[in-house]
């Protein structure tokens, strides 16, 4: 063998070689670092805070007992009104003539009634000494006895009239303060609509719109601690007073009242409070917020399993969230590892490198 059939072997050697080989070997699948945190069972006297608002404990709708045409409002809303302020008033044109006409009837019938006794003492002299027959004095009993009856009837129509007469001037039977109107000055108004509505001075409420899961697992009578909103030094403590037994058609949510004890002047009507309340074992479980994706439109969250560092996609039923946290009714155990950062480039099966795990 020759030196330049040496060297030609030597050259065609390695590319023999490399086709043998089939190319560069495939890149290692690839591992993607996450964060992650390990599922612990939610605290007991876990601490749940709702906005609600200050409303009256009791409203009352002030409306005319007639109709007419109303010529007159004397309060508006804001207004602060004492029981016996006239608040309203009709035009009393009609209920005045109606009230001379009842007073004319009663004058015409107490005539007739005098005319009648008259009558009927005149027939019992006679028929006395024998002068009239018992017909006479018969006639003369029952027209006095009718004419009785008229006169109790035209001091009834007059009683109504002057009863009808005051009803066009609207009377506050509550004391407190002015929160809506119903009616403007020159309108004909319906008996029973509303002309003003007043906020009673009794009582305060806090008002809530409560989550069913929270409603459901509230301790019996609980203590609430209602801060304002734009103010957390003006505080104070309540009792539920009502439930709602019927969810909001378009929230899901039950209203409930809060009857506030010794509330501070600052608890104005119509402002923006914080309620807090503490629950009892929820037997749910606390993650992070940011862990939460969907998986076929239910919620779900990615789980390590710790043997071999690869994820899965696990649907969870939740209880409640807020911005920051979740709690998860079914779908975890405690100890679970739960992917919180990174959730949204993962794949199932995927391998995880873990940056921290928290409890």
């Not at 005319?115 to 003492?121: D, G, K, L, R």
């Not at 939740?318 to 405690?334: I, K």
Request: proline share 6%; glycine share 8%; net charge neutral.
């Amino acid at each position: 063998m020759t030196i330049q059939t040496l060297r030609l072997a030597a050259l065609v050697l390695p590319v023999m070689l490399a086709a043998c080989d089939g190319g560069p070997p495939p890149a290692p699948p690839e591992i993607r670092p996450v964060r992650v945190v390990t599922v612990e069972r939610a605290a007991e006297g876990e601490i749940v805070s709702l906005t609600g608002t200050v409303q009256a404990e009791n409203e009352v709708n002030l409306a005319f007992r007639i109709d007419g045409r109303m010529v007159e409002r004397l309060v508006n809303v804001g207004d602060q009104v004492r029981a016996g302020q006239v608040v309203a008033r009709l035009n009393r044109d009609n209920e005045t003539n109606n009230l001379r006409a009842a007073r004319a009837s009663l004058a015409a019938a107490r005539a007739q009634l005098t005319e009648a006794q008259n009558n009927y003492w005149r027939q019992s002299e006679l028929l006395r000494d024998g002068w009239t027959t018992r017909v006479r004095y018969d006639q003369a009993a029952q027209t006095r006895q009718s004419a009785q009856s008229a006169v109790d009837a035209a001091e009834a129509q007059v009683g109504i009239a002057e009863t009808r007469l005051s009803y066009t001037e609207l009377v506050s039977d509550v004391t407190g303060r002015v929160t809506a109107r119903g009616a403007e000055p020159g309108e004909v108004v319906q008996p029973g609509r509303m002309v003003v509505q007043v906020a009673r001075d009794e009582g305060r409420d806090a008002v809530f719109d409560v989550p069913a899961a929270i409603k459901d697992q509230a301790p019996a009578n609980p203590l609430i601690e209602v801060v304002l909103a734009t103010d957390a030094a003006v505080r104070a403590n309540g009792r539920v007073r009502e439930v709602a037994p019927r969810a909001d058609a378009a929230t899901g949510t039950f209203q409930v009242r809060v009857g506030l004890a010794d509330p501070p002047p600052g608890m104005r009507l119509g402002a923006t409070v914080t309620g807090r309340m503490r629950l009892g074992n929820t037997g749910g479980y606390s993650i992070p917020a940011s862990a939460l994706t969907r998986a076929d439109r239910a919620p779900a969250v990615w789980v390590v399993n710790p043997a071999d560092q690869t994820v899965a996609l696990r649907t969870v039923e939740l209880l409640r969230h807020d911005p920051a946290h979740v709690v998860v009714s079914t779908g975890l155990a405690a100890g679970d590892i739960v992917v919180t950062a990174g959730v949204q480039a993962l794949r199932p099966g995927q391998k995880v490198r873990l940056l921290g795990a928290t409890r």
